[in-house]
Nanobody
Framework: QVQLVESGGGLVQAGGSLRLSCAAS????????MGWFRQAPGKEREFVAA???????YYADSVKGRFTISRDNAKNTVYLQMNSLKPEDTAVYYC????????????????????WGQGTQVTVSE
């Protein structure tokens, strides 16, 4: 069983930055791939970024070059550094954990992930 708790959301002006954190329980964190998804009002939950246990990273085109995903296995934590934020980045951001045996495009899919956090709100004003 893995529990995920996100933090770091808030209100920021366009062009600003936020860093989200996701703290995971359990001894198998380092073996898991971790992902960030987001869901805006009235829209489906969408992939943002993922990082494998081997620290390979994947990004949605909409955030590439602005967001950076990283992990600290010693702290059982995954981060999402978000720079140059835009109003369209406004959403609830969710952290998720996936088994280690997937690869490539599977990490873009919600169904790959078997554990989810409760989400943290990010609001970007004009």
């Amino acid at each position: 069983q893995v529990q995920l708790v996100e933090s770091g959301g808030g209100l920021v002006q366009a062009g600003g930055s936020l860093r989200l954190s996701c703290a995971a329980s359990g001894r198998t964190f380092s073996n898991k791939a971790m992902g960030w998804f987001r869901q805006a009002p009235g829209k489906e939950r969408e992939f943002v970024a993922a990082i494998t246990s081997g620290t390979r990273t994947y990004y949605a085109d909409s955030v590439k070059g602005r967001f950076t995903i990283s992990r600290d296995n010693a702290k059982n934590t995954v981060y999402l550094q978000m720079n140059s934020l835009k109003p369209e980045d406004t959403a609830v951001y969710y952290c998720a954990a996936a088994p280690p045996y997937y690869s490539g495009t599977y990490y873009y899919m919600r169904t790959t992930y078997d554990y989810w956090g409760q989400g943290t709100q990010v609001t970007v004003s004009e």
